[in-house]
């Protein structure tokens, strides 16, 4: 196993700083309150969480520093509903987040077929102080840092973003193969889509 495979087995979800990440609309300081209440029962629950982390995480195609982060426990939570998809809840989600990963195995896709730095050597050299933004939110200095002549992203940091989204994808590839030849059409399908994205 290797060092980032270590890395996407052991982070929690408390040892990312989601506050100093920024997503689509902002930060992503209730990441964590939303994939609590994906692992719920409450089916508008789960329905509000998706889509606002959906909305933070991919926007026309463009992935932003929490999405990889948030990629990694999309993944855990996917894995758990595809276990015990025979609940109308569990299925939903899968089909939801299927959908997502979808749509970030596009987006790398697209990306890497442009002229790009190499990504960063390991998945948690994007959580150096040196890429977080600042402790406490400004609005007015997130989007100066927008204006700045080189972006708010070196290159390398803003390729990761797009690798590091793709590799946890490719980690779920057992779990996707397993379910491959389910007799649920819909599922199958997304999964044969998915799987043609990322191997």
Known sequence: MDENQVFLSNIRIEDVPWHRLVTTYGRATDFPAHFDALLGSEMAEVDKAGEQIELNIEHQSTLWPATP????FLAKIF?????????????????NLL???????ESYKMGNEMEHADPLPFFKDMLKEEYLWSEEYDDEEDEARYEEDDGPFPDDLFYSFYFYSNEVLKSCNDALQNYLQSDDDEVSSKIKQLLLLIN
């Open 69 to 72: 982060f948030a990629m990694i």
């Open 79 to 95: 894995r758990k509903a595809l276990s015990s998809i025979n609940q109308d809840i569990n299925r939903y989600i899968v089909v």
């Open 99 to 105: 959908d997502l990963f979808i749509r970030i195995a």
